[in-house]
């Protein structure tokens, strides 16, 4: 077949009439197309291509990991900004590396808070991957995102974390370069200045997330993608509307917004119990969460006079040293 297609394959080169030099390819491109469709057939029946590699969100629990593993944090430059990455990436819905690379200071500024919103870092995008401007999208309007201060776990808030991270910069470092800086090599931890000039190499951003896992001992295949894969996933699965994820991630369509919603382990362990009728309910929780709910649960005391055990559809409200029972 493949001898076939190729000597079908001719290509003629010849000057047009119009004296523009012309490339004619084969004509008979059904046949090629047939082709190609049963190939891609048989890897098909191979299970070749079957399994798609996506990016995994990273759950609260991986997260928190990251946390008490000393993975995050500010207790040095260069863990700042894998910090910075991490944050940026799920509070903003960044995706590359390229979005971070290109990330200034002129597109984050802090907003001081007040009687009525907290204190809160503001990032405004300068046009994603899918929306970079132009005529075409002079409609369209800039991403312009908001995240609070974490007043439960200060020392994870991104504002605190992001001020300090200003304060460690070069003192003539301008707003309109990037972000992200190369720290200074043998920096001492209480020095002023921890940051040259020098921007943070894309390939090293690129791979941030990847790094944060593995020093994290955190399995699948989790890549800087899989932040704003995060910001998404964490949003559906939370119940937050739709429309204020989508202030988040930029995405204009809701189809494009629940591609990221994913399954989670705990959801596919209850439809297999349930097919194998181990479960009679999506909705009910495991046994040994039961069991420990109904042991919290004191008896009712049956050595004391004038108690009556309750019948079937009654309910007993405990007052005191009587219990009043109400026939339903």
């Known amino acids: 077949m493949e001898n076939c297609i190729l000597q079908r394959l001719c290509i003629k080169c010849a000057w047009g009439s119009n004296g523009i030099y012309e490339i004619k390819v084969w004509r008979d491109y059904k046949l090629f197309q047939d082709a190609i469709d049963s190939e891609i057939k048989r890897l098909t029946r191979k299970c070749v291509g079957v399994v798609t590699k996506q990016a995994e969100p990273i759950t609260p629990h991986e997260e928190e990991i990251m946390w008490e593993k000393v993975v995050l944090g500010d207790q040095d430059p260069k863990t700042l900004l894998h910090t910075f990455v991490l944050l940026f990436g799920k509070f903003f819905a960044l995706g590359s590396g390229e979005e971070h690379r290109s990330l200034t200071l002129e597109q984050l500024s802090v907003i001081e808070g007040d009687h009525i919103e907290r204190t809160r870092l503001q990032y405004r995008s300068r046009g994603e991957k899918n929306h970079g401007g132009g005529?075409?999208?002079?409609?369209?309007?800039?991403?312009?995102?908001?995240?609070?201060?974490?007043?439960?776990?200060?020392?994870?808030?991104?504002?605190?974390?992001?001020?300090?991270?200003?304060?460690?910069?070069?003192?003539?470092?301008?707003?309109?370069?990037?972000?992200?800086?190369?720290?200074?090599?043998?920096?001492?931890?209480?020095?002023?200045?921890w940051y040259t000039k020098i921007p943070f190499g894309k390939n090293t951003l690129r791979n941030v997330v990847a790094n944060l896992c593995k020093e994290g001992e955190i399995g699948g295949y989790k890549t800087n993608h899989s932040l704003r894969a995060t910001a998404c996933s964490l949003g559906l699965?939370?119940?937050?509307?739709?429309?204020?994820?989508?202030?988040?991630?930029?995405?204009?369509?809701?189809?494009?917004?629940?591609?990221?919603?994913?399954?989670?382990?705990?959801?596919?362990?209850?439809?297999?119990?349930?097919?194998?009728?181990?479960?009679?309910?999506?909705?009910?929780?495991?046994?040994?969460?039961?069991?420990?709910?109904?042991?919290?649960?004191?008896e009712p005391e049956t050595e004391k006079a004038n108690v009556r055990v309750p019948e079937h559809n009654s309910h007993v409200f405990n007052l005191s040293n009587c219990s009043v029972v109400f026939k339903m």
């Open 135 to 193: 005529l075409k999208q002079r409609n369209v309007t800039p991403k312009v995102v908001e995240q609070h201060e974490n007043v439960d776990k200060p020392e994870r808030c991104v504002v605190i974390l992001y001020k300090k991270h200003i304060s460690k910069c070069p003192k003539d470092f301008k707003k309109d370069e990037v972000f992200y800086l190369t720290p200074k090599k043998d920096v001492k931890l209480e020095s002023n200045i």
């Open 237 to 298: 699965t939370m119940g937050v509307p739709d429309k204020l994820i989508m202030e988040r991630t930029g995405h204009k369509s809701l189809s494009s917004l629940h591609t990221y919603q994913r399954v989670s382990a705990k959801d596919k362990e209850a439809v297999s119990d349930i097919l194998q009728g181990s479960k009679r309910s999506f909705l009910d929780e495991p046994e040994a969460k039961k069991v420990k709910v109904e042991a919290s649960v004191p």
